[in-house]
């Protein structure tokens, strides 16, 4: 009797003894205030982020409307109807000329056709018109076909610049429209070119 009462006190000690050498798990609880302040701190990044998009929205609809408005302030109605009706002159659109019997664009023009792309960029919704002249020399038929290249070598070159083909048409009027009525040089110089015209703003 005395030996089974041992026997259940060492027992009883050991099972003691195992229970107290088990440490307990502390559980870390995170602080309520904490996970609300980094719930915080978030929220107000995302509404800050909504603002910039915002703004930066506002100030590209009013930079546009300021772009829209500089180009209606170039507009001015071609003396003359066009083959769409009323027709505008822009000083933004520049002419190009063009040596003698030719129809390649130099470099010092294509600067001047990199600035109109860069107008017409800015107003996506103008649609323009390229006119090809030639000077005086050479008969009729073969200074339309010269203008038309030279029109369309405008025209093919502000597509290469990203410029939408259906906002582009091309006319030739060859000699029959001079710039400068003269019949020298400087005269044809300045008729040997591409001028352009906007359709509908």
């Known amino acids: ?3 089974k009462s041992l026997c ?3 027992i009883t000690l050991c099972f003691g003894l195992f229970l ?3 440490p307990k798990k502390t559980m870390v609880k995170e602080e309520p205030s ?3 302040s980094e719930e ?3 929220l107000e990044a995302q509404q800050k982020e909504a603002r910039e998009r915002e703004l930066a929205r506002i100030k590209e609809e009013e930079a546009r409307k300021a772009r829209e408005k500089e180009f209606e302030k170039s507009l001015v109605a071609k003396k003359e109807p066009g083959i769409e009706g009323e027709v505008f002159e822009s000083k933004l ?3 190009i000329y063009f040596d003698f019997d030719k129809y390649d664009i130099r470099p010092s023009d294509a600067e001047i056709l990199k600035e109109n792309a860069a107008a017409l960029k800015k107003n996506p919704n103008m649609k323009i018109q390229i006119e090809g002249h030639c000077d005086e020399r050479g008969t009729a038929e073969y200074n339309l076909a010269l203008g038309e290249r030279r029109a369309n070598s405008v025209k093919n070159y502000l597509i290469s610049l990203g410029i939408s083909p259906n906002r582009i048409s091309s006319i ?8 400068d009525p003269g ?3 400087e005269a044809w110089a300045k008729n040997r070119r591409a001028h352009t015209i906007v359709l509908s703003k």
Do not use: F, Q, W
């Open 1 to 3: 009797m005395v030996r």
């Open 8 to 10: 259940i006190a060492v």
């Open 20 to 22: 107290t050498g088990c």
């Open 34 to 36: 904490v996970r609300k």
């Open 40 to 42: 915080a701190a978030k």
């Open 93 to 95: 659109l520049k002419d």
């Open 172 to 179: 030739s009027y060859g000699k029959e429209k001079p710039l």
């Open 183 to 185: 019949h020298n040089e």
